[in-house]
């Protein structure tokens, strides 16, 4: 019993000291050139925006190793979701264009949204011609891709209420598993 509570407190403190490192800047897109446009300046101040002739394939890559914390050396991993395009609206803003969405999260943490606008792979413009499909341009200048990155981040004091309230959770689940299989 003593090894199992020892344990669980190590788990506890692992735990929270992930949760108080510090948490990542949004950083910058590589060879991208930033929007000044109303939605992603001061409309937005938390989200960024960049005008770029890469790809998918090259900008999460990118995104998630610059989106990255250690702990003593130690690189914490991130994961990936893949939403739909047209949730968009709800994670990033309303009117704006994607063709992909990703996030990269922390888990119990913070999370970083990836919205790329490609209108020349996107599979609704496919079938015009390529005069006919719309185009990203930034100040007369014509672009492959824009890129909108917006983070998500919560207090430090919700982090550990909801790490502290996993392990009397953990222990019920077992508990009541416990019984659920004797009878």
Known sequence: ????????????ILGAVYLMSPTPQVPDLD???R????????????????YTNRVRGEVIPEMQ?????????ITIPTYRLNYRPEESYQYVRDQVKSYY???????????LFVN????TNSPEFRHLEDKNKPRVTFKTITYLSKITLVPVNSSVW???????LVFPAGY????????SIKV
């Open 35 to 50: 929007s000044d446009e109303p939605g992603d300046t001061w409309q937005n101040p938390d989200q960024k925006a960049f």
């Open 172 to 179: 019920l689940t077992c508990l009541s598993l416990k019984r």
């Open 101 to 111: 969405l990703e996030e990269i999260i922390y888990p119990f943490k913070e999370s």
């Open 158 to 164: 919700a982090r550990l209420l909801v790490w502290a």
């Open 1 to 12: 019993m003593k090894l199992k509570i020892t344990l669980a407190l190590i788990l506890y």
């Open 116 to 119: 790329g606008w490609e209108p």
């Open 31 to 33: 060879g991208g050139v």
């Open 65 to 73: 190793e610059k989106y990255s914390s250690s702990i003593f050396g």
